[in-house]
């Protein structure tokens, strides 16, 4: 509903007590209400015949169409609804009361002055639109940027989050605290929000001070970072073209460590993955003074508390006791010609195995090593009845050589255990005779597809029985 305003709008009508006009005639001259539009309020003047009047806000509405009479703003009755009699004359007026106006010196001064189309009065509100201050000076300034759309100011104070940690997941969102404070004595989640809700370059600062570890996940919950206890990690968003986006992060140094031009203290915490390209350190802190060795200071091992040898390392510090590969074999072999075996032989002893003779190797048996004899080079072959999966027979090319150079298979040829039966595309007798028994010792079915053939008389053994399958043939000669 907005106010609207139209010059020489004008009808007739009849009061509906003081609530309503409705407007049912027209002036010559004159617009209709219609101009204000359904549901929009005006500024409205009405009169009568008898000499009453009045001012006010009416609301339009096409049905009737009337014009309430919303707010009354001044009246021959004293300021309130007038009850008109007979036709009644409605009309858009301008109010005194709501009209803005030039003074005798030109200002106009309603809600504060304005001059020359400059604001001369009293601050304007925040929640007005305006700053609440008259200057851009002092505590309550307001901030604005140099030619170089840059900020001058003292400080700035991030506002802060604190979670407590519960193995669970915080997720943020583009309002959330830049700082995010961990505190407890659990694990944490952090989920970052959803990078196309926010600026380029806007970071999050995670303090981790609780004992657990801290994890900061992307929105599609890739892992961003980890942090232990006691670091802090900044991590800013490097693109922002999807909801997961790209972020990068960096670590601040907790206060327990401190630098300087020449020296860096890291108080108990432990180095891993570095390489020292600095001085030589000291033995006093764990290093040699060295730079480089030479030949007479190859190896250092310690023969008691305050003296230290040069040459091969023992065994018994670590080394082999040897300056060549095989005597450094030799020496931390188990088994030597005229040294034995040691195995663990329960969880808090040893024991020994003496070497073994020529012929025997070393075996396993209830969970202790022992020596045997080597097995026969012979195999023995079982019968297998009972596979029914085809295989392939190995046939040899020449009578001499190894298996794996000197035999061949083809997928033509096949053998079933379980029935005996040799398959192949052909059968070619190099002396002239295909030879079968004159009995059938057990039942057999020619398939479909196959026909049999045998050379008779032929018999059946008792019990047992010869099926031709339907379209197939076994011919007798």
Known sequence: MALALYDRVQQTGTANTTVSFTLSGSVTGYQSFSVVGNGNTTYYGATDTSGNWEVGIGTYSTTGPTLTRTTILSSSNSGSAVTFSGTVTVFVTYPSGKSVNLDGSGNVS??????????????????????????????SSVVLRDASQNINFNNYVAG????????????????????????GSTTQTFQLPNATTLALGQSFLFLNNSSGVLTVKDNASTTIDTIPSGAVVQIGATSISTSAGSWSAYSFLPGSYDFNNTTATFNNAAISS?????TTIASGYGGTGLTTFTAANNALYSTSASALAAGTLPIAAGGTGATTAAAAFNALSPMTTTGDLTY??????????????SGQVLTVSGGIPAWAA??????????????????????ARVTS??????????????????TGELSS???????GLLVNNATVSSSYTVATGNNALSVGPVTVASGQSVTVSSGQRWVVL
């Open 110 to 139: 309603a809600l504060g002055t304005v001059a020359s189309g400059t604001w001369n009065g009293s601050t304007i509100p925040v929640a007005y639109g305006g700053t609440g201050v008259t200057s851009s000076s002092g505590a």
């Open 160 to 183: 802060y989050a604190a979670t407590t940690a519960a193995a669970g997941t915080t997720v943020l969102t583009v309002a959330s605290a830049r700082n995010q404070i961990l505190i």
């Open 274 to 278: 570095a390489v020292w390209n600095g």
């Open 344 to 357: 663990e032989a329960s969880a808090s002893t040893a024991a020994r195995l003496p070497i073994g003779t």
């Open 374 to 395: 080597a097995p026969a080079t012979g195999v023995t072959i079982t019968d297998d009845t009972s596979s029914s999966t085809a295989y392939y027979p190995l046939f």
């Open 401 to 418: 050589g190894t298996a794996s150079t000197e035999y061949t298979s083809s997928t033509k040829y096949t053998y079933k255990a379980s």
């Open 425 to 431: 595309p052909e059968i070619i007798a190099s002396n």
